[in-house]
């Protein structure tokens, strides 16, 4: 008997250890390229309507509504070991999708049962979300973790990484913050995949296939892949493994692989520029008259190539007589409307002046009442036109009004009031696809230290509505601008009731809401101009007066240019300039040469000064280039036509702006 317990617990020991020592995971624990395998091999002709479109700057695949045969794999190609689907993994995926209706669900990937059809896993995008779809085995269920609010659907490239690791499933998208949900159960350790395919894009039924461009689909069992692909220079198409086809020039194929329909999404002509909206961004714009390559952002084009202009000198060119004294102007297009431009006037009757420009100058278009205007902002939503102005005459109650393009009667209509507080600036952006405004309240009644506050568009009511409330003091200029997949926000705060040399606040977008990020020392801030020359990020404040309870009012003072440290994560001096009353910097470009154009309003004696264009020179900074004479200069907007290059002023003194031409050779 014992002879026979020897021997049995031998053989069970010697059993262990031999399967242990023949354990094998079911597949490599490498990056498995999915969107590689699933397209043809060398030799083989590309699938029926599957076309490679190079968008922004990058190539990607569109699947097609209507392809014959979708993309897919047997999963016994990458699972060789075993059938089960890792309990841990990463997925990949670098994807560009248009804006989706609601209800409508498309697929970037899903593992399907061949014989029963039955959707085993699954990876979806919809309006704003995104889904993980899993079928446990034995539970007779299907389960989804959503993550909402990703705004993925905006029509720009984006890469994700989706990390599953037991029961927390863990979001980063273009290598920001990662989002991490919790599971109920644990992703399944024994998902079999006996007997099933990859479909690439689709479910592989004809409804909700992906619609968009997919460039990146990589499967990493057993890790989160977010270090390999973060940090990155460009987030939004980090690359863990991108088909050679993708990377390859389109005219001049690799010898041995398929040739593939190419899109380079283009237009070409010789006099005014095509549509740029919404469905246009993306698109690219050869101008042959010009012979300068524009891409659409949505609302502009944006220059990417052109022949090199380089500034001369500056003419007059216009002098615009307004209704009455202009604090703020604002340049703007219409899409099939041309180039407008709202004036902020002082006087309610008749208001303030919406221009057109006809026939190479600006003439009078529409009238708008408003209540001592301050402001116009110009923003769109679903590509519907908008302006806000910011009206800063004490009433019962203070009311700032929302304006909508009217295409039929070709007007500007009231859309919407908002109560505010001697208002002097608006400020629209867009995070995700929620779209914001945010107002400068300076003060109510005698007290400069009120909150200003930022609205969110309901896109059910068509309305904004209050979203959050930020203390400020005596605010004048609201910025908003982005850093990688960080957005940020920062006030100008101009006085606290008792001085001028106070902190303005930079604010940063975490968890749903705009939290301090940095305050930076000011005297009497005025402005905000952010811009970006050669991958470094500027800020330039206009310091307008220091005023304090001791001493007199200073008009000629330091204003500051700083520059974001990437190493400190904080704006640092990068160069002080003299002005005088400063209450506006304009940032433009010229060919490759960058400018900044500060309005000097007062130097405490006289409202006539000139007011001065600096040039970028590199290490030297901005260097003084032209002085142009103004009268009471408030604000300055460059804009371009077929004419050529401008620059208009407004100003606060007299009824006479003007419009410069820059000249160029």
């Not at 075993?82 to 994807?95: G, M, R």
């Not at 009644?445 to 896109?459: A, E, F, K, L, T």
């Not at 301090?516 to 800020?539: C, H, K, M, N, Y």
């Amino acid at each position: 008997m014992l002879v026979c317990h020897f021997l049995l617990l031998t053989w069970m020991l010697l059993s262990v250890r031999v399967h242990s020592q023949s354990w094998r995971p079911c597949t490599d624990l490498l990056p498995l390229d999915l969107l590689t395998r699933a397209l043809p091999r060398p030799g083989q002709a590309p699938p029926t309507q599957v076309q490679m479109v190079q968008s922004r700057g990058s190539r990607g695949l569109r699947l097609g509504g209507a392809l014959v045969t979708a993309l897919s794999f047997p999963t016994s190609q990458i699972f060789t070991n075993c059938d089960y689907f890792p309990a841990e993994f990463s997925l990949v995926t670098t994807i560009k999708t248009p804006r989706l209706r609601q209800k409508r669900n498309e697929y970037i990937f899903s593992v399907v049962e061949e014989e029963s059809d039955s959707l085993l896993l699954g990876l979806r995008v919809s309006e704003n979300s995104l889904h993980l779809l899993v079928t446990p085995p034995g539970v007779g269920g299907r389960s989804r973790l959503s993550f909402k609010d990703v705004g993925l659907d905006d029509n720009r490239w984006h890469t994700l990484v989706l990390a599953v690791t037991g029961p927390y499933v863990t979001l980063t998208i273009d290598c920001g913050l990662p989002l991490e949900l919790k599971q109920v159960q644990s992703f399944p350790s024994a998902l079999s995949t006996r007997g099933s395919r990859f479909f690439i894009g689709s479910r592989r039924r004809l409804r909700g296939r992906f619609s968009g461009l997919l460039r990146q689909l990589v499967l990493l069992p057993g890790s989160d892949a977010t270090p390999r692909l973060c940090p990155s220079a460009d987030p939004g198409l980090a690359e863990l493994s991108v088909p050679q086809i993708l990377k390859s020039t389109p005219l001049m194929p690799d010898h041995h692989g398929p040739v593939y329909p190419y899109e380079a999404e283009a237009r070409v002509t010789r006099g005014n520029p095509p549509r740029c909206s919404g469905p246009e961004q993306g698109q690219l714009w050869f101008n042959a008259q010009r012979k300068g390559l524009f891409i659409c952002d949505g609302l502009t084009w944006r220059t990417l190539l052109q022949n090199k202009e380089r500034l001369d000198y500056v003419e007059d060119y216009q002098d615009l007589y307004t209704s009455s004294e202009t604090f703020d102007v604002e340049v703007f297009s219409i899409p099939s409307e041309g180039l407008f431009m709202a004036a902020a006037n002082r006087d309610s009757r008749p208001g303030s002046g919406i221009y057109k420009w006809r026939n190479g100058s600006f003439q009078l278009y529409q009238n708008i009442s408003t209540q001592e205007a301050r402001a116009w902002k110009h923003f769109t939503i679903d590509d519907k036109v908008f302006l806000v102005v910011a009206n800063s005459k004490e009433a019962e109650p203070e009311l700032s009004v929302i304006y909508r393009w009217n295409p039929r009667r070709r007007r500007f209509l009231r859309h919407q009031t908002l109560e505010t507080h001697a208002a002097l600036d608006w400020e629209a952006f867009q995070i995700h696809n929620s779209s914001f405004l945010v107002v400068a309240n300076h003060r109510r009644d005698s007290n400069h230290n009120i909150h200003s506050v930022i609205y969110r568009w309901n896109p059910n009511t068509k309305l904004f509505e209050v979203n959050q409330t930020l203390s400020t003091s005596g605010a004048y200029d609201w910025e908003f601008f982005s850093v990688g997949p960080y957005h940020f926000l920062v006030v100008a705060n101009t006085f606290d009731g008792q001085t001028t040399i106070i902190s303005s606040t930079v604010y940063v977008w975490l968890n749903g809401c705009f939290q301090t990020f940095q305050s930076i020392p000011t005297v009497g801030a005025t402005d905000w101009e952010t811009f970006q020359i050669d991958g470094r990020f500027f800020l330039a404040v206009a310091n307008s007066q220091k005023v304090s309870e001791r001493g007199p009012s200073l008009y000629s003072i330091n204003s500051t240019v700083y520059e974001l440290n990437t190493l400190t994560q904080t704006f640092i001096p990068f160069q002080d300039i003299l002005t005088h009353s400063a209450v506006d910097w304009e940032f433009f470009t010229i060919g490759d040469e960058k400018f900044l154009v500060v309005a000097n309003s007062h130097d405490g004696s006289s409202y006539s000064l000139n007011s001065v264009v600096y040039r970028w020179q590199g290490y030297e900074g901005f260097v003084p280039v032209h002085s142009l004479p103004t009268f009471g200069c408030r604000d300055w907007e460059h804009f371009s036509t077929e004419e050529g290059s401008f620059l208009v002023y407004s100003s606060a003194t007299s009824r006479l702006s003007k419009v410069f031409k820059l000249r160029t050779y």
